[in-house]
């Protein structure tokens, strides 16, 4: 199963950080990508009707029920995606961009050499939401772990 399109991600980032972060839910779509992988890598099956309110927050409600549809089948096809990348990668054939976890990182022009981070910086923290969202996704089954 391919990767989400890239407009399907941006909606689903936009959501969760306007609609979820403040009330406890997962701040972004890097966030999400690691929570998944924590819940697919687990070594018990943990059901989306278990995962799925950590997503969201504790305190969250959808506005209508054509968000809620969207958001929910966004969400359940960017499951699927996480759960053929790490089942079974290599029946896709020759690694693709597909297999990566999706990581934020900082733009660049490539026309300003000026744009390109320093990778030394500290305050640069590439992958860190990610590993944030999966260390949230290993406490639903932190005993099995």
């Not at 929910?72 to 693709?96: F, K, Q």
């Not at 860190?128 to 772990?145: P, Y």
């Amino acid at each position: 199963m391919p990767r989400l399109a890239d407009a399907d991600i941006d909606r689903l980032d936009q959501y969760l950080g306007e609609h979820c972060a403040v009330g406890g839910g997962l701040p972004d779509a890097e966030a999400l990508d690691g929570f998944l992988c924590a819940i697919v890598a687990a070594p018990e099956l943990i059901l989306p009707s278990e995962w799925m309110g950590t997503v969201w927050g504790p305190e969250h409600a959808f506005v209508d029920e054509d968000t809620a549809k969207e958001m929910i089948e966004t969400l359940m096809r960017h499951y699927n995606a996480v759960v053929a990348r790490i089942r079974d990668p290599a029946s896709e054939g020759e690694p693709t961009d597909d297999l990566l976890p999706r990581v934020a990182l900082p733009a660049v022009d490539p026309d300003d050499p000026d744009s390109v981070p320093d990778m030394d910086d500290t305050e640069l923290l590439i992958g860190a939401l990610w590993a944030h969202g999966f260390a949230v996704g290993r406490e639903l089954r932190s005993d099995a772990w």
